[in-house]
């Protein structure tokens, strides 16, 4: 009896799964601000995938940073299904040695190898951002994504009805000197209204539109084709991504919207670092994706009579 463990009446390990939080006005401030905490400078690589977007009016979210402190940029293959080409980025993490791994969890997705390839750039020393824009309803409702980086990034707006607004969360490994300085930046009024949406009951919703549509999506086969056939467990999605196969993209795009239905076209237009002969795969999708809305406040019936117009139309 004497080897008894003794259990407290409450938690006590305050480092025990903490994850800071950090407000921001936007993901791409915070992402600013983590790079200047890690000491990342124009002397550094960071490793990207190959399929970031950009558009006149909002440039680029996740490599407008980067390009601010003149880091240089590395970028992994993706394939036309826009799954991470994880043998290449083994080999750039042991041949290049970048500072800094990204993984992007694209429309709340995240991908099969992502956590054996933060655990791969962690075991090289490489510290790993989980860039959640898209994800903050997977990581934080699914619990399939965040926990393997050092760092994951949410972008408030693309989820939930705000402006602006982005989270930073820093897990357990960070050190002191990193929290201090992003604590310094941050605008913590972000959080407090954050705090107010059941995001329980968004994901719930999200969840069966985008099950409605993926139901309904194969009656348009070889006009229009899922991204993503289906919905694993605890992936909660930011759109529903969908190929356009025959009529031109930005064409439908535009008839969809005029029709009354608010489609997106995400990633239309990659960065000009991402050079098409490299990566044709990644241009090719680009030039044919759009997001379907899955959000919140769409019902059953409008999903319904969504497809039904996308049919007419593609």
């Not at 190959?50 to 909002?58: L, V």
Request: hydrophobic letters at 45%.
């Amino acid at each position: 009896m004497n080897n008894i463990q003794h259990i407290a009446k409450t938690a006590q390990m305050e480092a025990r799964f903490r994850r800071s939080a950090f407000g921001f006005k936007s993901a791409r401030d915070a992402f600013r601000s983590l790079l200047s905490a890690w000491d990342v400078t124009a002397e550094d690589s960071i490793l990207l995938p190959s399929f970031i977007g950009w558009s006149a009016r909002e440039g680029s979210g996740v490599f407008d940073p980067i390009a601010s402190i003149g880091a240089k940029p590395i970028f992994y293959r993706m394939d036309e299904n826009l799954l991470i080409d994880a043998a290449d980025v083994q080999c750039k993490i042991r041949e290049r040695l970048p500072r800094v791994l990204v993984l992007i969890h694209y429309f709340g997705y995240p991908d099969p190898n992502s956590e054996a390839l933060a655990a791969y750039g962690r075991k090289h020393g490489v510290i790993v951002l989980e860039d959640e824009a898209h994800a903050m309803l997977s990581d934080l409702v699914g619990g399939v994504c965040g926990r393997a980086g050092d760092s994951a990034i949410f972008s408030l707006h693309k989820l939930l009805p705000f402006h602006d607004g982005g989270l930073l969360l820093l897990n357990s490994s960070a050190s002191d000197s990193v929290r201090k300085k992003l604590a310094e930046d941050e605008h913590p009024g972000e959080l407090l209204s954050f705090w107010e949406y059941d995001l329980h009951c968004i994901a719930a919703v999200r969840r069966r539109n985008a099950e409605q549509l993926i139901a309904a999506l194969p009656a348009l086969e070889g006009r229009v084709s899922l991204l993503f056939p289906s919905l694993p467990p605890g992936v909660v999605p930011q759109t529903l991504p969908v190929v356009i196969q025959q009529k031109n993209r930005d064409d439908l795009y535009f008839e969809m919207n005029s029709a009354g239905f608010g489609v997106v076209s995400l990633y239309h237009t990659l960065i000009g670092d991402i050079g098409a002969q490299e990566f044709p795969e990644s241009h090719l999708l680009a030039s044919h994706i759009m997001n379907l809305p899955v959000h919140q406040d769409v019902e059953p019936q409008q999903l319904e009579a969504m497809v039904h117009k996308l049919g007419d139309l593609a």
